[in-house]
T-cell receptor, first 110, second 117 residues
Framework: QKEVEQDPGPLSVPEGAIVSLNCTYSNSAFQYFMWYRQYSRKGPELLMYTYSSGNKEDGRFTAQVDKSSKYISLFIRDSQPSDSATYLCAMGRGNNRLAFGKGNQVVVIP | SAVISQKPSRDICQRGTSLTIQCQVDSQVTMMFWYRQQPGQSLTLIATANQGSEATYESGFVIDKFPISRPNLTFSTLTVSNMSPEDSSIYLC??????????????FGEGSRLTVL
């Protein structure tokens, strides 16, 4: 079983829709939970970071962590064409060595 | 934040040859990380490079295949040796952030896209 599971299927949504992404993990030692955004032909950039169960909001983005279920989610409200990118979940144990999901390619159609 | 420059941005290589990727950071950093991103696969850590010591390789990666140099606190190289088509991938250099988030905040270069024929 992989440490981090992220269904890599592409996702196309109309502009203004809510985008919902999620990952599951198997290692209860993970303490840090992140979402990275990667535009085409660019490196990943940190989008959201949390280390506790619950919700964290930043503008149109909400990261949700449920440690009891080993499940994390990212929600994008009022999606924009500029949100079109690949979103990678990532988890860490405190030593800068992260485990990444496979990523979801999101396309927001104007 | 850190600005990371990688060279080359892309290359097409012949089977059996080796290629060295360079990574330059605009500030001094203790740890630099090399990742591989294969199509349809997770971003995978190859090794951690600390200045003044041998790189630490992850399971499945060996020094003979991926030798790493770290001559100073702003520069590192990754060599992909004796390449085969299975080495076709994007190779990414990254460094840890220092904004107080602790671990998990990584800055990445734009990647080096290698195609091996």
């Amino acid at each position: 079983q992989k440490e981090v599971e992220q269904d890599p299927g592409p996702l196309s949504v109309p502009e203004g829709a809510i985008v919902s992404l999620n990952c599951t993990y198997s290692n209860s030692a993970f303490q840090y939970f992140m979402w990275y955004r990667q535009y085409s032909r660019k490196g990943p950039e940190l989008l959201m970071y949390t280390y506790s169960s619950g919700n964290k909001e930043d503008g149109r983005f909400t990261a949700q962590v449920d440690k009891s279920s080993k499940y994390i989610s990212l929600f994008i409200r009022d999606s924009q064409p500029s949100d079109s990118a690949t979103y990678l979940c990532a988890m860490g144990r405190g030593n800068n060595r992260l485990a990444f999901g496979k990523g979801n390619q999101v396309v927001v159609i104007p | 934040s850190a600005v990371i420059s990688q060279k080359p941005s892309r290359d097409i290589c012949q089977r059996g040859t080796s290629l060295t990727i360079q990574c330059q950071v605009d500030s001094q950093v203790t740890m630099m990380f090399w990742y591989r991103q294969q199509p349809g696969q997770s971003l995978t850590l190859i090794a951690t490079a600390n200045q003044g010591s041998e790189a630490t390789y992850e399971s499945g990666f060996v020094i003979d295949k991926f030798p790493i140099s770290r001559p100073n606190l702003t520069f590192s190289t990754l060599t992909v040796s004796n390449m085969s088509p299975e080495d076709s991938s994007i190779y990414l250099c990254s460094v840890a952030g220092t904004s107080g988030l602790g671990t998990g905040e990584l800055f990445f270069g734009e990647g080096s896209r290698l195609t091996v024929l």
